[in-house]
Nanobody, 128 residues
Framework: VQLQASGGGLVQAGGSLRLSCAAS????????IGWFRQAPGKVREWVSA?????????????KYSDSVKGRFTVSRDNANNTIYLQMNNLEPGDTAVYYC?????????????????WGKGTQVTVSS
C-alpha cells in the first residue's frame, strides 16, 4: 500500500502547478484524500481535502483552507486511482513540501492524525 505525491517544482509567483497523488495497493474512491503542506520550521498545515466517492460520506465534496480557496482545486480521477491538486495563482507563501494522506473514514479531516497512509512529499517553491 503506497501513496506517491508528485508534480512539484519551481514556479514564479502567479504561475500554476498540478500535483498528483497516486495510490498503489488500494483504490482511492473509498477513501478521502487530504493535502497538507509543511514549510521549514512550521507545523504541517491542512490545505484541501476531497471526501470519498461512496460510503457514508461519499459525496466527493471538496473543501479548502481559507489561504488557498479560489486558487486551488482538488479533483478525483478514479479510473487512474489518482487525486489531483491544481494550484493556480501561486504565491511565495505557498512554498512548502506538499503531502497527500488517505483517510479510511471518507471524511477528509483538517488534522493529520486520522490519516492512515501518507505519500512522500513533493517540493513546491514559488519565487517572487
Amino acid at each position: 500500500v503506497q501513496l506517491q505525491a508528485s508534480g512539484g517544482g519551481l514556479v514564479q509567483a502567479g504561475g500554476s502547478l498540478r500535483l498528483s497523488c497516486a495510490a498503489s495497493g488500494f483504490t482511492l474512491d473509498s477513501w478521502a484524500i487530504g493535502w497538507f503542506r509543511q514549510a521549514p520550521g512550521k507545523v504541517r498545515e491542512w490545505v484541501s481535502a476531497i471526501s470519498s466517492s461512496h460510503g457514508s460520506y461519499g459525496d466527493g465534496s471538496a473543501k479548502y483552507s481559507d489561504s488557498v480557496k479560489g486558487r486551488f482545486t482538488v479533483s478525483r480521477d478514479n479510473a487512474n486511482n489518482t487525486i489531483y491538486l491544481q494550484m493556480n495563482n501561486l504565491e511565495p507563501g505557498d512554498t512548502a513540501v506538499y503531502y497527500c494522506g488517505a483517510d479510511p473514514h471518507g471524511i477528509g479531516p483538517t488534522i493529520p492524525d486520522p490519516y492512515h497512509y501518507w505519500g512522500k512529499g513533493t517540493q513546491v517553491t514559488v519565487s517572487s
